[in-house]
Each structure stands twice: as structure tokens, then as C-alpha cells.
């Protein structure tokens, strides 16, 4: 039997905010909303909005790209839930499916937790995993977890709050640690193997900043399309060693990488004959 809904308090911004706020919408919670996210406030137009935790009434709080940590005063008041979008205790902190795709993890997922004063730390709730296949990127990943959060959390805070499921403890001895991605992590490294540099692509789908490289007179190129060509040899990685119809190929560590799709500064596209064969890229 599942648990009469309440009133929630709900924080957070972006893409996980607005799924995880149509699930609690749709099991009819009533809703304290905290958040600068104008599309989120379209979302609910019965929603009494505020501006710090202390300003509800709810006993529960749920957390949805929602970046601070909670202080222990308020953890003491009130119970604050998260959702976050990896298989904890592993990648916590920040772009955690980015951070997973690059790591060539099995299996990738959402994890919906108690919150304390430490970061993605607290007793799990429910986990939902979806196998690696290789081929999705960050972006397709992100948009499942999303679809699986608008369609469950509702319910699955419903049966915590009915105590139907049980927090579990997470195991620390598990756990690895993830940071917020800069612009330079989008750097093209051409030293890297053939498979981690599928790994990256994938993982740096729009709208994440494309792969990009520089040439060594300091113009700076995004890359948008791809493919891989994974015979080798000893030679110069990180050197254009052939252009053709099929595009401009760069040695890389146990490969080439075949740039098919390159654009400017100004997001425009470059015709091949820009770039001379034997150039090197950095």
C-alpha cells in the first residue's frame, strides 16, 4: 500500500530538475518550490516558491541538480533526499555519467539517496543501472535516466516515506570521487588509444563543448564527426599523415583518428584544404 502524498520541498535546476520534478507533480505532492530555474516554476503553477529551506513546512526535502551541500542544522530539521545520476558510492561530485563513459564503466545509472553534510554520501534508497553499450553517448544516457526519474521517483518517495524501502548504508571503501569539467578536459589527447578516444567522443556530445584540438600557431578547431581507423605503426602521433575524401587522418596511440566534420571558432565549417599533411596538432 503505498504512503499518502505530502507536501515536498523541491530544489534544484536543469534537465534532472525538470524530470525529477514532473514525477513528483504527477503522484500529486503538493510543492514548495526553491529554485532560480524559470522553467521549472512553468512547470507548477500551483507551487508556493521560496527562498531558503527553512521557509516550508515539508519534512521531506528533494534535491535535483541541486549543487551545495545542506548544513547540519537543517539536516537535523528536515530529511533531505537527492537524486544523482551515478551507481553510488562510485562518481560522486560533478558530470558523474561523463565521468563514467571516459572510465568505460559496465554499467551506468541513477541513484536516488538520503543526503548528510558530506558530498553524494548518504544511505541509498533505490538504484536503477542500464547496461554500457559502447555506442550510446552521454546525452542518450542522460535522456533514459531522465525518462526513468519522471516516471518513478514520485512513486519511490511515496514507499520511503511509507517505509515500504529501506535506506542501506553506502560503502565508503567503494566510493571514488569526481570533479566539475573545465574546457580543457575537452582537449583532444592523440597520445590515447583508438578506444579510450571513442570513449570521449561519445562522452562529450552536444550540449557539452565538442573535442577540440589546436594547431602549433594556436587556432583551436572542434571536432563534430569522426571515425577511427585502427591499424598502426611507429610514427609521429598527434601529426596529420593523410588527407582524403574521407577526411583529415591523425595518428594516434595505437591508431588513426579520422577528423570528417571539423568547424572554426565561430562554429563554421572548414574544408579540408586548410590543413596540410605533416602538420602537427596539439
Keep these: 500500500m503505498q504512503a499518502k502524498a505530502e507536501k515536498v520541498c523541491f530544489a534544484g535546476e536543469g534537465w534532472g530538475a525538470k524530470a525529477a520534478l514532473k514525477s513528483l507533480t504527477h503522484c500529486n ?39 551545495p551541500l545542506i548544513p547540519k542544522t537543517l539536516l537535523s530539521a528536515k530529511t533531505f533526499v537527492n537524486v544523482h545520476y551515478s551507481l553510488l558510492p562510485r562518481y560522486r561530485g560533478l558530470h558523474s555519467t561523463v565521468w563514467a563513459i571516459l572510465n568505460d564503466e559496465d554499467w551506468l545509472g541513477v541513484t536516488i539517496h538520503e543526503m548528510n553534510e558530506n558530498m553524494d554520501d548518504g544511505p541509498i534508497i533505490y538504484q536503477h543501472a ?37 535506506p542501506t548504508p553506502q560503502d565508503k571503501k567503494q566510493a571514488t570521487w569526481v570533479g566539475k569539467r573545465s574546457i580543457d578536459d575537452c582537449k583532444i589527447d592523440f597520445q590515447r588509444t583508438n578506444y579510450y578516444l571513442r570513449s570521449f567522443f561519445r562522452a562529450l556530445s552536444s550540449p557539452y563543448p565538442a573535442p577540440f584540438f589546436t594547431t602549433r600557431s594556436r587556432e583551436r578547431y572542434s571536432v563534430l564527426k569522426v571515425a577511427f581507423h585502427d591499424q598502426t605503426c611507429d610514427t609521429h602521433v598527434g601529426r596529420i599523415l593523410n588527407i582524403d575524401n574521407d577526411g583529415v587522418w591523425v595518428k594516434t596511440g595505437d591508431g588513426y583518428m579520422i577528423l570528417k566534420e571539423i568547424v572554426d571558432n565561430n562554429f563554421q565549417r572548414v574544408s579540408f584544404d586548410r590543413f596540410k599533411i605533416g602538420m602537427y596538432l596539439t
Design 130 to 166: 542500464v547496461q554500457n553499450n559502447r555506442i550510446s553517448t552521454a546525452t542518450d544516457f542522460i535522456q533514459m535516466f531522465n525518462e526513468w526519474v519522471g516516471e518513478n521517483l514520485g512513486l519511490i518517495l511515496q514507499q520511503y516515506l511509507g517505509q515500504e524501502i529501506l
Design 29 to 67: 505532492f503538493s510543492i514548495d518550490l526553491m529554485s532560480n530555474d524559470d522553467s521549472l516554476k512553468e512547470m507548477v503553477s500551483g507551487a508556493r516558491h521560496i527562498s531558503r529551506f527553512e521557509d516550508s513546512e515539508a519534512r521531506l526535502v528533494v534535491c535535483a541538480g541541486y549543487k
